[in-house]
């Protein structure tokens, strides 16, 4: 069993930044980072792999870094540059293994385990 807890969320003005962490992250998984706003389906932020290997989605590309320290299994997303778009619930998520190498890793039915959110607020 994998227990997440997530922390780091708040409101910032656009521009700003934040850093996201969730812990309880396990290795093996692919662990990844998703986010849902009221009324839409929740979808994938960015993930990484065992191996190291990351994956991003095109909104973010270049804005946030997420990393894992697996000596504290601990899952990070640092959040750059913030627009009031990327203002949402953000969970962390461990999927199965081979997601972030088949691109499943952004589908949120494939989570296996998931955090209780933490919420970030950006301001114009």
């Known amino acids: 069993q994998v227990q997440l807890q997530e922390s780091g969320g708040g409101s910032v003005q656009a521009g700003g930044s934040l850093r996201l962490t969730c812990l309880g992250s396990?290795?093996?998984?692919?662990m990844a980072w998703l986010r849902q706003i009221p009324g839409r389906e929740r979808e994938g932020v960015a993930a990484?792999?065992?191996?190291?290997?990351?994956n991003y989605a095109y909104s973010v590309k270049g804005r946030f870094t997420i990393e894992q320290d697996n000596a504290k299994n601990t899952l990070y997303l640092q959040m750059n540059s913030l627009k009031p778009e990327d203002t949402a619930m953000y969970y962390c998520a461990a999927h199965w293994t081979n997601d972030c190498y088949s691109g499943s890793w952004s589908d949120p039915t494939r989570g296996r385990y998931w955090g209780q959110g933490t919420q970030v607020t950006v301001s114009s």
């Open positions: 990484i792999g065992y191996n190291g290997r990351t």
């Open positions: 396990h290795a093996p998984h692919c």
